[in-house]
């Protein structure tokens, strides 16, 4: 007798295995239906699985090229993960047992990555730029035992593995010299040992819907970060929401450079190249210089976009092989003008998309509106299949067209979210309060019902009954050839309004604050325009890479230039000009 869905008709088949999946996403109108999905989630059911029932359907099809040359099949990556899984059980890896990457960009990341999910156990992401506290943190908090550490970061990890409370075994990724380690009380195994002592015992998998896939870092911009234990499901929605915006098919090339601890590269491209049954070629990092050429080289036609990459881009040097490419799809995000600049100066399509290490990408557009550029320019998109999406004023109630809100977002399929935050009871459930997850984040419909981000709900300002966007301001800043990083932040003041300042990392020490605002008068509102100019060295920075405007706002302003006086003055030349 045939099971019956629980979701009622949204899936009510049998599949078999060896039949392509997902359907070709470049041969539909719009988005696919949720069934779509739901077979996926139903197909698959774990990142585990995936990897194995992938190297089914494509065999001996390479799917992981790496920058030194070498070359993985679907099935050679099922193989391998397989015999470190086996391993690790050897070892006494025990189910549910956390267990640390800390490593750069390889085959050996993502292969730790599935064999340690195929174990039975879960994978904490580390970011390799972490020393000292910070280092300490992500590997404590979640409790990890085990660690697949890069020689190259032995240092990082050996200024405090005496501190650590529960790590017991490290494994080498590229050394297999102990000696650095013969004081710690730590077993050392190596990759290689591990890869080739391993019998091929065939691997069982139980992954469930709602079992863990990763636990990574929040970025924390408003405080401390938390731990965020993503699902399978979510991991698989995700990809599949790549797919549909991207235009994913089997003879898709995606090229990864942004770093693997990182949610986008680890689930928007690596996962979603899987099971899209593409070609995922890998990179250690983002070289800008040498960006176009690695898009030429390796016949790209996908790539993802997180943060500043854009804007690094349009700072290089204009070159042939930038607009000398295939149909090149960027899934990634960016300002109405950045957008525009971008498709015009590299001839490329954008998807937009809005989402985070909780949620996925909840927010996109489907190819067919990508590829005829009907997605405008700057909107995230709309909501993906398999969830709602609504925008609240401060009383929860929703905002009409054009007005600004916090995003929230509910799944219509079960497991699509994060699951908590680890050990973090009261802020899960805060963060879920009315059965919506509250994003913090705010954001607008137009009238066609596409939804545009506007800024962090703390990071925007209110400057005489005006809402100033924070990321806009810092979008414009961006694009002056003098200014490295920027942060814009708001300045309350006594009668309560608030002022806008920019804390400005220049390129050199010869950009002054005149500088900054002659161009801000030329390329913003009038009342965008910062009255605060505060040079730094750097911005301080969350592990993950994203600024601490918390730390900005608590420090002391004394020092920055107040430049009203000077921008009243240029605004009124500016009119003046503008009469004549």
Not at 158 to 179: C, F, H, P, Y
Request: aromatic share 10%; glycine share 8%.
């Amino acid at each position: 007798m045939q099971e019956i869905s629980p979701y009622g008709n949204i899936f009510m088949q049998a599949f078999t295995y060896n039949i392509m999946f997902p359907p070709d996403p470049t041969e539909k109108e719009g988005f696919y239906d949720i069934s779509v999905y739901m077979e996926a989630l139903e197909r698959y059911g774990s990142i585990g699985n995936l990897v194995r029932q992938k190297a089914v359907e494509n065999g001996n099809k390479i799917w992981l090229e790496f920058q030194d040359g070498r070359k993985f099949s679907y099935s050679d990556v099922d193989k391998m993960s397989d015999k470190i899984a086996s391993s690790l059980i050897e070892h006494g890896i025990s189910k549910g047992e956390r267990i640390g990457i800390f490593a750069y960009n390889s085959p050996e990341w993502i292969l730790s990555y599935f064999s340690i999910l195929k174990s039975g156990a879960i994978p904490v992401t580390v970011n390799t730029a972490f020393i000292k506290d910070p280092l300490a943190y992500n590997l404590d908090v979640p409790g990890v035992s085990v660690l697949f550490l890069d020689w190259r970061l032995e240092e990082q990890f050996l200024q405090i593995a005496d501190n650590l409370k529960k790590i017991r075994t490290v494994v080498l990724i590229g050394s297999n010299n102990r000696e650095k380690f013969r004081n710690k009380n730590l077993a050392v195994l190596t990759y290689d040992e591990i890869i080739s002592n391993s019998g091929n015992r065939r691997i069982d998998l139980d992954g469930k819907w709602g079992d863990p896939s990763a636990m990574i870092l929040t970025s924390g911009t408003t405080g401390k970060s938390k731990v965020v234990v993503e699902t399978n499901a979510q991991f698989i929605a995700t990809a599949m929401d790549m797919i549909d915006a991207g235009g994913i098919t089997s003879q898709s090339r995606i090229y990864v450079y942004l770093p693997l601890f990182h949610i986008m590269a680890l689930d928007l491209a690596t996962i979603s190249s899987l099971l899209g049954n593409a070609t995922m070629v890998l990179v250690e990092k983002l070289n800008p210089v040498n960006f176009w050429e690695d898009i030429s080289r390796y016949g790209i036609t996908h790539f993802h976009a997180v943060g500043p990459i854009f804007e690094i881009l349009l700072k290089q040097k204009e070159s042939e092989k930038e607009k000398n490419h295939g149909k090149l799809v960027a899934i990634a995000y960016s300002s109405g003008e950045i957008w525009n600049m971008c498709r015009e100066r590299f001839h490329i399509f954008i998807t937009g998309g809005y989402g985070g290490t909780e949620s996925g990408i909840p927010v996109t557009s489907p190819y067919s509106d990508v590829i005829r550029e009907k997605n405008p320019p700057g909107s995230c998109g709309k909501p993906a299949p398999p969830f709602e999406v609504a925008i609240v004023d401060q009383n929860d109630r929703l905002v009409r067209a054009g007005e600004t809100g916090e995003i929230l977002i509910r799944p219509k399929l079960p497991w699509v979210t994060f699951k908590e935050y680890y050990g973090m009871e009261r802020e899960t459930l805060n963060a879920f309060r009315d059965l919506w997850f509250h994003t913090g984040d705010l954001g607008r419909y137009d009238e066609n019902g596409y939804i545009y981000f506007v800024d962090r709900a703390k990071d925007a300002i209110r400057r005489r009954g005006e809402n100033i966007s924070s990321f806009e301001v810092e979008q414009i800043l961006l694009k002056h050839n003098g200014i490295r990083d920027v942060a814009v932040i708001p300045v309350k003041m006594e009668s309560g309004d608030e002022e806008v300042m920019a804390a400005i990392v220049p390129l050199s020490g010869q950009l002054k604050a005149e500088d900054v605002i002659d161009y801000c008068v030329e390329n913003m509102p009038a009342y965008w325009i910062p009255n605060y100019i505060m040079f730094m060295d750097s911005l301080p920075k969350t592990p993950t890479g994203r600024t601490e405007k918390y730390r900005i706002r608590n420090m002391d302003i004394r020092g920055a230039a107040k430049m009203t006086e000077y921008i009243s003055k240029k605004i009124s030349e500016r009119k003046k000009g503008a009469g004549s």
